[in-house]
């Protein structure tokens, strides 16, 4: 009988040793699913817009995006798009700790900007309260001439 119980105890501390070790598991995988809900992530980019000119020589702007976590909890940049076929974006860090920074690039291929002004927006999706984030790129094509000509 006593044999019983000690192998029943030992099969119930195994068990139990089992299953905390899958929940610290699936908590390890998934540490930014976690977040503090009282202190959400915020972000915040600057600039919150560009005016660029299209370049005379070259064929490509890129520019860099500065992200804070405004929030208090950690900041997890999910994806970071363009609005158009010529527009990509590379997220350089994340997750971004509690009021620290990080930097996005965006990149943009000139070539099929014909319009004297060419607005690209790059979404930026997030674990942040205000998610989804947007920041416009406005390309000025100088070489349009939108004025008249007098003969």
């Given at each position: 009988m006593k044999?019983?119980?000690?192998?029943?105890?030992?099969?119930?501390?195994l068990v139990l040793l089992?299953?905390?070790?899958?929940?610290?598991?699936?908590?390890?995988?998934?540490?930014?699913?976690?977040?503090?809900?009282?202190?959400?992530?915020i972000i915040e980019t600057?600039?919150?817009?560009?005016?660029?000119?299209k370049p005379k020589k070259g064929k490509f702007i890129i520019r860099e995006l500065y992200v804070y976590n405004k929030g208090g909890s950690p900041l997890e940049i999910i994806s970071a798009k363009g609005s158009c076929y010529c527009a990509t974006a590379t997220v350089l860090q994340s997750p971004i700790d509690t009021a620290a920074s990080g930097k996005i690039m965006l990149y943009i291929n000139t070539d099929g900007l014909y319009e004297t002004y060419n607005v690209i927006e790059f979404k930026i999706e997030s674990n942040a309260q205000n998610s989804p984030t947007s920041v416009k790129l406005t390309v000025l094509n100088p070489s349009k001439d939108t004025t008249a000509k007098v003969k």
């Open positions: 044999n019983i119980i000690t192998l029943t105890l030992v099969i119930f501390s089992f299953i905390s070790k899958s929940s610290t598991q699936i908590i390890d995988d998934e540490p930014l699913k976690w977040f503090d809900s009282l202190h959400p992530p600057d600039p919150t817009s560009f005016e660029v000119s």
